[in-house]
T-cell receptor, first 113, second 116 residues
Framework: GDSVTQMEGPVTLSEEAFLTINCTYT??????LFWYVQYPGEGLQLLLK?????DKGSNKGFEATYRKETTSFHLEKGSVQVSDSAVYFC????????????FGQGTRLTINP | GAVVSQHPSWVICKSGTSVKIECRSL??????MFWYRQFPKQSLMLMAT?????????EQGVEKDKFLINHASLTLSTLTVTSAHPEDSSFYIC????????????FGNGTRLTVT
């Protein structure tokens, strides 16, 4: 079945450090890929998405490239801030329109000043 | 932006009782809402797809009689955990998508259920 695997957390970095959160997937068909973020006490919010191979999603300084050859969608940011502290979820959908989502286990990120 | 309101945010109940969780889309209409369950340090698992005006579609392994879903209007879906047991203790999250055009799923803040 379809699945998503994220790097285990928690991840703790200093402010302005480079961030990578790995995400790999297995899917039948051609999935769309997403990163969601959950800030403390809030619901999940879509951070970025990519719908086909080699697409790059970007938002708020975060980037992720859809790599079909390695079935990966790693999240990166060049310089993290304290406000980036949250839980990050990688997800896929194989149904058009981002309906049913399959999530990774989430990675808790803490940025220290 | 679009908001999904989930209520209550937490609830504690005794074994054998039933608990209802509400999911409302506040400024958009949603023909479809989704219910997820999240165990500690694990991913969100889709439980069921709630369809307005029709029966919910349950994922494999989810007990229909245990987790009753009602989607009576375009802005409200409810999940009722019937005859709750301690193993039902979990974090339940709903999501919804605007019926008009493509838009991302909007998530509620979740409900922490503890069954004693």
């Amino acid at each position: 079945g379809d699945s998503v695997t994220q790097m285990e957390g928690p991840v703790t970095l200093s402010e302005e450090a480079f961030l990578t959160i790995n995400c790999t997937y297995t899917a039948t068909g051609y999935p769309s890929l997403f990163w969601y973020v959950q800030y403390p006490g809030e619901g999940l919010q879509l951070l970025l998405k990519a719908t086909k191979a080699d697409d790059k999603g970007s938002n708020k300084g975060f980037e992720a490239t859809y790599r079909k050859e390695t079935t990966s969608f790693h999240l990166e940011k060049g310089s993290v801030q304290v406000s980036d502290s949250a839980v990050y979820f990688c997800a896929l959908s194989v149904i058009q329109g981002a309906q049913k989502l399959v999530f990774g286990q989430g990675t808790r990120l803490t940025i220290n000043p | 932006g679009a908001v999904v309101s989930q209520h209550p945010s937490w609830v504690i109940c005794k074994s054998g009782t039933s608990v209802k969780i509400e999911c409302r889309s506040l400024d958009f209409q949603a023909t479809t809402m989704f219910w997820y369950r999240q165990f500690p340090k694990q991913s969100l698992m889709l439980m069921a797809t709630s369809n307005e005006g029709s029966k919910a579609t349950y994922e494999q392994g989810v007990e229909k009689d245990k987790f009753l879903i009602n989607h009576a209007s375009l802005t409200l879906s409810t999940l009722t955990v019937t005859s709750a047991h301690p193993e039902d203790s979990s974090f339940y999250i709903c999501s919804a998508r605007d019926v008009e055009g493509w838009s991302p799923l909007h998530f509620g803040n979740g409900t922490r259920l503890t069954v004693t």
